[in-house]
């Protein structure tokens, strides 16, 4: 972690407002970075054209392997100078040296198994896969701010209703929290369609609810439209990402960024379940007589 990072962890335990951003942030240093995780933890020095590029990079990293510099600017909406000079930015002499190295990452996108050689330990691709999840869990209690479940909590317990949005995988997390929650007496509505029915669904949106967006690992056109209306009609918007550029991007009010150590197409969502059961718990703390007295309701319909 930075010490950038640290100082905005001290300071929103002395309760000031960075920004008008509050945000928790795990971040483990891998064995292997990959370039997307270098981009991440440069990209608040970058300039603002840069920052497209980054940006392009982020939601397209296959595709923005392939391309030379001149389609990268194309591609990213800006000139072929500002490719060069974000390259140098991450260290780099150049746009060559920088292509030479993504390409080592490289792989045809429907060979979703391939990202696994950079977990690998020894061959041994379940011992690694502990090794690494013991190591982001220690992460994640180690710099745990307890402030950030209990803003989103009573952001949570104050809404007139919370609208839980993921679609793919994410939609694990969505129901898993759509139903904890409404055992507790919040009223909630998960939201996993794209297109005309995501439109649907939060077309009563109004300023007294709060929008709970879930995003691993690629930001979507649908998770985009969703926090363009949410800022339209001043609904409150937390997210649960794994990019803090993603969380900039998407506006956040309040945000939790969670990054394992081993990128690849496994996803078991461990850490994100991990911050949800906290965020249950800490809910359950603040409004205990209302969850309570709902769960003793929902009890009686089975006696």
């Known amino acids: 972690m930075t010490a950038e990072k640290k100082k905005i962890f001290k300071a929103e335990e002395n309760g000031a407002i960075i920004n008008k951003k509050i945000f928790f942030f795990v971040r483990t240093a891998m064995e292997h970075e990959t370039m997307k995780q270098r981009i991440k933890e440069n990209y608040d020095t970058l300039s603002s054209q840069e ?33 060069i000079r974000f390259a140098k930015a991450l260290g780099f002499h150049g746009f060559l040296e920088y292509k030479r190295e993504i390409r080592k990452e490289y792989v045809p996108v429907q060979r979703v198994y391939a990202s696994l050689p950079l977990m690998d330990r020894d061959n041994d691709y ?4 502990f090794h690494n999840l013991n190591l982001d869990i220690q992460a994640f209690f180690q710099h745990l701010p307890l402030d950030i ?78 926090s363009r209306y949410a800022h339209r009609k001043q609904a409150t918007l937390l997210t649960l990402t794994d990019s803090e550029i993603t969380a900039k991007q998407l506006g956040a009010d309040l945000f939790a960024v969670i990054n394992e150590r081993a990128d690849n197409f496994f996803n078991s969502y461990v850490l994100p379940m ?12 603040l409004n205990q007589d209302r969850a309570t007295q709902a769960m003793k309701e929902y009890q009686s319909l089975f006696e």
């Not at 379940?126 to 896969?129: F, I, L, N, Q, T």
């Open 126 to 129: 379940v011992h690694s896969y």
């Open 51 to 83: 920052k497209k590029v980054a940006k392009f990079i982020i939601d397209n990293y296959q595709q923005s392997i392939l391309l030379s510099s001149s389609e990268l600017a194309q591609q990213s909406g800006v000139s072929n100078t500002a490719v």
């Open 274 to 285: 991990a911050f949800c059961n906290g965020l249950l718990l800490r809910i359950f703390e």
């Open 149 to 226: 479940f209990t803003k989103m909590a009573e952001t949570i317990i104050h809404s007139r209703r919370v609208y839980l949005m993921g679609c793919g995988s994410d939609e694990v997390v969505v129901h898993f929290l759509k139903n904890y929650l409404n055992v507790m007496g919040i009223s909630c509505t998960a939201v996993t369609e794209e297109g005309l029915a995501l439109r649907e669904k939060m077309f009563l949106l109004s300023p007294e609810d709060c929008v709970f967006v879930v995003e691993f690992p690629t930001m979507t056109e649908s998770e985009r439209w969703v």
